[in-house]
């Protein structure tokens, strides 16, 4: 089974971190400043569809300066202080890599930004395949879960999408693939469960032991 896993707020505990790195891009150039649910709801998407919908009031001259000052601000604050995997994730991802599971990442971050954090972590290569925002179509077009499944030579019923935003949920639906929503990331809950998850999780930690995955091996 191909298991997609989204990063941000899936993997990697770092909502707090692009609240922050945004919100202090924004002063930096002396902008509105977004509240922090206004920033929690475009997590995932890649950054110029994000700074579209937070900055309607400026245009695109103004949107490249912040992505600019952002990334900027991004690669700083991560260097000194990397953001955590949350709990149980990395011993779980081991657990399934080591039983056989193709694992991949389809995120809203940017290749660069991708690459820098698995280089960072140690995790080059331990991913089978993975695809970024800046190279395919930004969530919730489903544009990379069709390259992966493609690339694997997967139907959409052979995999999972793995996600903690609508954006993954309705980039999974769009074509078929089931999907299982984390409670602990950007968007709450109740967001995602519109969209018919298999399995809502608390911890990471409980995809190891859903019953689709232990009764079925690789």
């Known amino acids: 089974m191909l298991l997609i896993f989204d990063w941000d707020g899936t993997l990697s505990d ?24 206004q920033v929690h709801n475009i997590i995932g ?32 604050e991560d260097t000194a202080r990397p953001s955590a995997f949350f709990p149980g994730v990395m011993e779980t991802l081991t ?23 698995l280089t960072q972590l140690d995790l080059d290569g331990f991913f089978h395949e993975t695809r970024c925002a800046d190279e395919t179509a930004s969530k919730p077009q489903p544009q990379m879960l069709e390259e992966l499944l493609a690339h694997f030579g997967r139907p959409a019923g052979e995999a999972v999408m793995v996600g903690d ?16 929503a984390v409670s ?9 469960r519109p969209y018919e998850p298999a399995l809502c999780m608390d911890v990471f930690a409980e995809l190891a032991a859903w019953e689709r995955l232990a009764g079925s091996g690789s």
């Open 95 to 117: 657990r399934l890599r080591d039983d056989g599971y193709t694992l991949a990442v389809a995120t809203g971050k940017s290749r660069r930004g991708l690459d820098r954090i």
């Open 184 to 192: 602990y990331g950007a968007h709450h809950i109740d967001r995602l």
């Open 45 to 76: 998407l890649g950054l110029p569809e994000a700074l579209t919908e937070l900055f309607p009031e400026h245009g695109p001259e103004a949107w490249g300066a912040l992505r600019e000052r952002y990334a900027h601000n991004f690669v700083t």
């Open 14 to 37: 770092s909502t707090g971190k692009i609240t922050q790195v945004m919100q202090q891009s924004a002063r930096d150039l002396g902008w509105r400043v977004p509240e922090d649910h």
């Open 165 to 180: 935003t609508e954006y993954d949920m309705d980039m999974a639906r769009r074509v078929a693939m089931p999907r299982i």
